[in-house]
Each structure stands twice: as structure tokens, then as C-alpha cells.
């Protein structure tokens, strides 16, 4: 392995100190904020109705439905669930 030494970097014992400018006054901080966007989603979050009525009663018809899900659609189901599945490592 190769070190090059430093021969280039000045003697910090003879840099001068760098001359300080006035510290700015800092601008004052502005706590103006607009919560129009944020009460704008509010009112449509609660137009939303928390009970979708079509979906459940589609969900009804399924469940009453004794063919449902068929066969081939379990076995697609499972394919998929198996092939992610995580082997368990041991304790």
C-alpha cells in the first residue's frame, strides 16, 4: 500500500483566521399556516360513508352461494399462498 504525505496542506499555525462578517438578523419566523387543503379533505373524508351498502350486499350473495369460490379458483388461492410462504427457521 502506497501513502502519499500531505506536503501540500498548509501549517494551521500559519493560516490567518478568516475574517468574520456582521451575523444578519434572522428573519422573523412566520407561523402562518393555511389549513384550507387540510379542512377541504376533511369534509370530503366525511362524505365518504363508512359502510359501503353495495359491496356488503354483494358480499351477502357470495356467502349464501354455496359454489362459491368453484374449485379451480380455491386451488389458484393456495398456489399462491404457497409459493410466498416463508420456510420457519428453527429455534
Given at each position: 500500500m502506497?501513502?502519499?504525505?500531505?506536503?501540500?496542506?498548509?501549517d494551521p499555525s500559519k493560516v490567518a483566521p478568516a475574517?468574520?462578517?456582521p451575523a444578519a438578523a434572522p428573519e422573523?419566523?412566520?407561523?402562518?399556516?393555511?389549513?384550507?387543503?387540510?379542512?377541504?379533505l376533511t369534509k370530503a373524508m366525511e362524505k365518504i360513508p363508512l359502510v359501503r351498502s353495495d359491496k356488503v350486499a354483494m358480499a351477502k350473495q357470495l356467502v349464501q352461494?354455496?359454489?362459491?369460490?368453484?374449485?379451480?379458483t380455491l386451488r389458484k388461492v393456495a398456489d399462491v399462498v404457497t409459493d410466498h410462504l416463508k420456510p420457519e427457521e428453527p429455534s
Open positions: 502506497r501513502v502519499d504525505p500531505n506536503h501540500h496542506v498548509p475574517k468574520s462578517k422573523p419566523e412566520q407561523n402562518t399556516t393555511d389549513f384550507a387543503a387540510s379542512t377541504q352461494n354455496p359454489n362459491y369460490p368453484d374449485d379451480a
